[in-house]
């Protein structure tokens, strides 16, 4: 008896330390969104410009991110300083991955894997849903990315995205938020990693 009551004691305190903090007080329901959607840099009319700051293990970057859509699944991902320098220059297509430039204090593997991973993530139009949750006023919905997760959060009243979280199965990794949305467009966005010392804002670039 004693023996039973220390392994389910030791069994609550496992499964409490692996459950993510990103379902907690959601509950899960049933869902007929088979894709969730990010629209935020899906128009290949738009060139979008953002005043950026990138801090990565106590360096920090600032200057302009531009990202364009140039075709039905390919971004181009230009960040420079202010007067026009390349800090680098990223080029997606689908899951095809080009490093065009990075600048020698960037271009170390660990560190473009990290941005690649990222931008990719900011700049994927759709992900199919495993899953679906809810809160009172927010939607959302789980999907996979390689070994890891991703938990879309729409608003319920405006159906706007307002965050990503990326996950492995036990561990919060990456949040991505945006604030101030108008006619699907992110003024502010910030990416935060909760493992690593990287973090990137952004702000959008207004005439």
Known sequence: MIRFLIIS???IVFLTSCALKTTEGLRQVDFIKVEVENPYFSNP?????????????????????I??????????????????SKLFDFKFEGDDFTKNFVVEDLDRKFIINILRDDFK????????????????????FKTKSDKRYNFYFLDKETEKLSKIVNT?????????AYTAIEENIADIISIKHNNIKLR???EKFKK
């Open 9 to 11: 004691a030791l069994s």
């Open 45 to 65: 009319e738009i060139d979008y410009v953002y005043k950026a700051k990138i801090e990565v293990y106590n360096k920090n970057f600032g200057g302009i991110l």
């Open 67 to 84: 990202i364009k859509k140039t075709g039905i699944k390919t971004h181009r991902v230009v960040f420079t300083t202010e007067f026009g």
């Open 121 to 140: 993530l900011l700049i994927n139009e759709k992900a199919n849903v495993l899953m679906a949750y809810e809160s009172d006023n927010q939607s959302v």
């Open 168 to 176: 492995s199965k036990t561990k919060e990794k990456v949040e991505i």
């Open 200 to 202: 990137i804002d952004l």
